[in-house]
């Protein structure tokens, strides 16, 4: 990009709740002018006076949609932060109309892919540029370093590169960003990022309940070994936070204060979207799964309260009896059981975008997705630098389970994983992302499937024909009328037998 004319932005944002304010804080501390712009006024200033608190950062704030856009060097390149949907639309329209051809919009919400793609056909007839930009590492994120995945016009990423590569998070290998690929690729890695994202925090929940409800753990030990944890193999954001968390006082009272929080989980679509997605593109992701139906079931509150009071009478307890309980042991089994149904939920993600390329025809690079996100986003993890290996190794790796490094990490952990999700059986603790990832693993690792059964049950009662391992072809047979026919020989034997 050519330097910014004298006074003008080199970049607008609109939108200033957290995400946006944080951002536009980030793209000026890195030295980039800016212009912010929200329909709330007080938004604005809320941001200029950060601006300046911080430093005196290039930051000016404008009132009005056209000397926002005015403020702007050209060609503009303006980045929207709002509510997912109609919102988005309306911000679209409202700035348009004095944005001029080869000006850029860059949508940076988590938005329903084939929206962007929609928005992008839109202004294209205006001769306006477009991309889909996720973003991800929540506030802190958005302030020192997010993870950044833009997609759509390649021409339109060009505009913005060297300032998303300043702002973006750094690790070893380069700024966390790239150009993901055309249309809504951007979008839909978000997407799938946010549904690998339900499947993590769902196994280090399960990894909690295990070792508090069967172990027995206090906050303190809880606090002790998942701060050893992440300073092992699964050394990730995720991981040390969770940490952190089982350190927190109750300030408004006794105790600490992950006890006190009541257990309904909130969430906002993306997750629902990636189990939409998988079962559209016919992807088994039973851990992402697993994790949108704990949320789900956590919002039955009341009918738990009351299941959990009728199943008491009727002599089945919360927890079931524990004996002989080694706690060092558990810990250390729980640690190997949560890396490897770790892996599972990673691979299911994977594949689903992996699926989407090839769909769309985006030729996304499944190595370089994972080396964005090894910093700044929420999933960002010290394994994620050995999955980018295994893509490098082989760019059409059909599983992260048969990398050979993963594989045989697998088989060292199965064992410890079985007894985790045993014990929780057997005392009645449900670890539903933990054993969806375990029985993924037992499905994909076996040679042969229960599923001759079923395929000869559909040809059975509707036709549906079958395939035999033995010579090629398609067949059908007509089960009822063998079957009754063999039925009636075995009665006519017993018959003449007596």
Known sequence: MADAAVGMSRIGLAGLAVMGQNLALNIAEKGFPISVYNRTSSKVDETVERAKEEGDLPLKGYYSPQEFVQSIQKPRSVIILVKAGAPVDQTIETLSKHLEPGDCIIDGGNEWYENTERRAAAVKEKGLLYLGM????????????????????????????????????????GPCVTYVGEGGAGNFVKMVHNGIEYGDMQLISEAYDVLKSVGGLTNEELHEAFTEWNEGELE?????????????????????????????????????????????????????????????????KEERLEAARIFKEAGVGDILAVKNLDKKALIDDVRKALYAAKICSYAQGMNLIRAKSLEKGWNLNLGELARIWKGGCIIRAKFLDRIKQAYDRNPNLASLLIDPEFAKEMVERQGAWRRIVSLAIEVGVSTPGMSASLAYFDTYRRARLPANLVQAQRDYFGAHTYERIDMPGSYHTEWFKIAKKYVNNKANVGAVAK
């Open 134 to 173: 996720g973003v991800s590492g929540g506030e802190e994120g958005a302030r020192n370093g997010p993870s950044l995945m833009p997609g759509g016009t390649p021409e339109a990423y060009y505009y913005i590169e060297d300032v998303v590569k300043k702002v973006a998070a750094q690790v070893d290998d």
């Open 236 to 300: 990730s954001f995720l991981v040390e936070i969770t940490a952190d968390i089982f350190s927190v006082k109750d300030d408004k009272g006794d105790g600490f204060l992950v006890d006190k929080i009541l257990d309904k989980t909130g969430m906002k679509g993306t997750g629902k979207w990636t189990v939409q997605q998988a079962a559209e593109l016919s992807i088994a992701a039973p851990t992402i799964a697993a994790s949108l139906d704990s949320r789900f079931l956590s919002g039955l």
